[in-house]
């Protein structure tokens, strides 16, 4: 199996491509330039595997939750290639990925959401090695996070640099470590984006939709 899969919803940008297993990747922290990198990150890819759009079997991509504008970005570039190459689409949770990248078998996922919030969610890895979903991704004040039951916890994301205090008194006893600098990766929007597809869950690219979390996006703006 080929597919494409892309991941533009935080400050890094990346694009990926596995076939048959084999990952390739394109990474950079890039605030502000996805536009100008994401579509040179994918054709240096296929280039570099030698195949074209036409022969990719399916496409993933991080749909949020994550800065509007990056994941708006994922969407339109994802919706662009699927429907001219008649490609299913998996949109994959950008809090899975981060997971999903994220050493230890339980993490619990923060993303800055700005406005004094984080989007986040709690993750637990399954015997097949893929981050599961435990509850649901939420949006809240760092100091409304619950951490489930149990110990060995980690935290990831930039939310945890952003409120390293209240998140810390929120996991107090349940947490072993965290790591505010990790980035969520188009390597693993494929990993879970194959299992996904393997599973149905493709789409037809004009329903390859952002998840924001939030129905105050733009509330600054309109104010």
Excluded at 180 to 188: E, S, W
Excluded at 197 to 212: D, I, K
Aim: with cysteine.
């Amino acid at each position: 199996m080929k597919l494409l899969a892309i991941e533009t919803a935080t400050d890094a940008c990346s694009a990926a491509l596995s076939i048959d297993g084999e990952l390739r990747e394109r990474f950079e922290i890039a605030p502000r330039a996805h536009t100008e990198r994401i579509l040179p990150m994918i054709d240096e890819l296929m280039a570099e595997a030698d195949i074209t759009i036409s022969q990719v079997d399916a496409m993933a991509f991080g749909c949020g939750p994550g800065a509007f504008t990056g994941v708006r970005i994922a969407v339109g570039v994802t919706q662009g290639i699927a429907f001219a190459a008649d490609l299913p689409v998996v949109p994959v949770s950008t809090l899975a990925a981060l997971a999903q990248g994220t050493e230890g078998n339980q993490v619990l996922a923060a993303l800055d959401a700005r406005m004094n919030e984080v989007y986040w969610g709690a993750y637990q890895r399954n015997a097949a090695g893929l981050m599961e979903r435990v509850g649901e991704e939420c949006v809240s004040p760092p100091d409304a996070v619950l951490c489930p039951q149990g110990n060995d916890w980690r935290g990831a994301g930039a939310g945890w640099a952003a409120y390293e205090s209240m998140l810390l008194a929120r996991c107090a006893g349940q947490l072993t470590s965290w790591d505010g600098t990790g980035f969520p990766h188009a390597r693993d929007v494929a990993l879970l984006g194959i299992v996904g597809y393997e599973a149905g869950q493709g789409v037809n690219a004009e329903q390859a939709l952002p998840v924001y979390l939030r129905d105050k996006v733009t509330w600054k703006k309109v104010r």
